[in-house]
């Protein structure tokens, strides 16, 4: 599977281009929203990283909305201070 594993050795911006470029790309293809939530998650760990904050909280909701966790989540994001409301 894209020899996944071997990204997890290398630095936060190499997983990312990988996620975006490769694994996210095909598995949307694939409609298979269980493996596109945790390539979310991931890709949302490594915008934390880099403190990109608003990136990061919309790739975590994408990636909780896609596993059912919370369906109504909403993020507002104001200047640096990010929050995630639920109803």
């Not at 290398?10 to 996620?19: A, E, Q």
């Not at 694994?23 to 694939?30: D, E, S």
């Amino acid at each position: 599977m894209f020899l996944y594993q071997q990204y997890f050795h290398f630095d936060y911006k190499n997983l990312k281009t990988f996620l975006e470029t490769e694994a996210i790309p095909f598995f949307q293809k694939q409609k298979n929203n269980k493996q596109l939530s945790i390539f979310y998650i991931d890709l949302a760990t490594s915008y934390y990283q880099e403190n990109q904050f608003e990136k990061a909280c919309l790739y975590y909701q994408k990636g909780i909305s896609g596993i059912g966790i919370a369906k109504n989540m909403h993020v507002v994001a104001s200047d640096k201070k990010v929050q995630v409301k639920f109803p």
